[in-house]
DNA sequence: CTTTGTGCAAACGATTTGCAGGATG
DNA sequence: CATCCTGCAAATCGTTTGCACAAAG
């Protein structure tokens, strides 16, 4: 999240028992540098607007490997894509219904949650919160959609 | 979610503007008769186990008009699959990370949440938590899956 | 009779996979 | 140099769509 220096962030990936390559060092770091919940399309493109980085498969790739060893977490907010977030640590989401975009909301936001509520049998281990709604910008007289 | 007549059923559809087929009034009495949140997949096998009644596609019509009507909701809480949920009326999920299994937890179980935490600009509208953790099932000494 | 829904099959879009060549440690 | 990764293209899977026929109101 904060800025990672590259040797931080080729440490970051050496110490999970990855791999350095260009590609996966590109996808992570591209992650870290972001705070939007980018596509995979969002993504790649961001990756290959100055000429080829990395190919589609390989993006898909780097993303399971990343994921697999907790270094980034997928995020399903919407129908169809999966978003994904290099910020492993809890938070909760904002989704705008109305731009569709997706932003991090701190832990401590909401204060705790009453713990005994659950019904007898289940485990909890996490839970995160997810509010919908209109974002500043949506809001604002000259939005891009219909709400305002 | 109680159990309602059918014609009740057919009642609450037509206050909708919807035309009552065989095939939407299949698909919005399993779905008011499951606590589950059966994908389309499960959806379909269990309306054709007993002779064919509905295609893919018409399933597929017939949840977008009624979630168009707001007769049923999509749940959204894992890669690649839409779920689907006739309680309408606002409630949290729990979803075990082991079987992947979906239940309902009561709106208030968990009491009101702090409102003023957002950050200026951002306006809530709804919100839900989301659970996750293991089932009765999964921890049970015969479990299906690798938790116990 | 007009409008809307059904069913089939083809189309689609996001994601996965097989495989040959290439880079990493 | 053994292992793992990349990139391409083909395959897969859930979902959507076009269209001819049928049913609902």
Same mark, same amino acid.
């Given at each position: 999240?904060? #800025?990672?220096?590259?040797? =931080? ?5 050496? =110490?999970? *028992? ?23 399309? /969002? ?6 607007? @100055? @000429? ?17 060893? @907790?270094?980034?977490? #997928?995020?399903?907010? #919407?129908? *169809?894509?999966? +978003?994904?977030? =290099? ?15 997706? #932003? ?6 909401? *204060? ?8 007898? @049998? ?9 509010? /919908?709604?209109?974002?500043? +910008? ?11």
């Amino acid at each position: 999240m904060s #800025e990672l220096s590259p040797n =931080a962030i080729v440490a970051n990936l050496k =110490a999970q *028992g990855l791999r350095v390559t260009p590609q996966r060092y590109a996808v992570y770091t591209n992650l870290l540098g972001r705070r939007d919940h980018p596509t995979v399309e /969002q993504l790649l493109a961001d990756l290959n607007q @100055g @000429g080829p980085v990395s190919s589609q498969a390989t993006v898909y790739n780097s993303l399971q490997a990343l994921r697999e060893v @907790g270094l980034i977490r #997928e995020v399903l907010l #919407e129908e *169809g894509v999966s +978003r994904y977030d =290099a910020n492993v640590s809890p938070h909760h989401h904002f989704r705008c219904r109305c731009c569709g975009c997706i #932003e991090d909301i701190p832990w401590d936001a909401f *204060g705790p949650l009453a713990k005994a509520a659950l019904r007898p @049998g289940l485990q909890p281990e996490s839970y995160e919160v997810t509010v /919908q709604g209109i974002c500043d +910008r949506c809001s604002s007289p000259n939005n891009p959609c219909d709400a305002g």
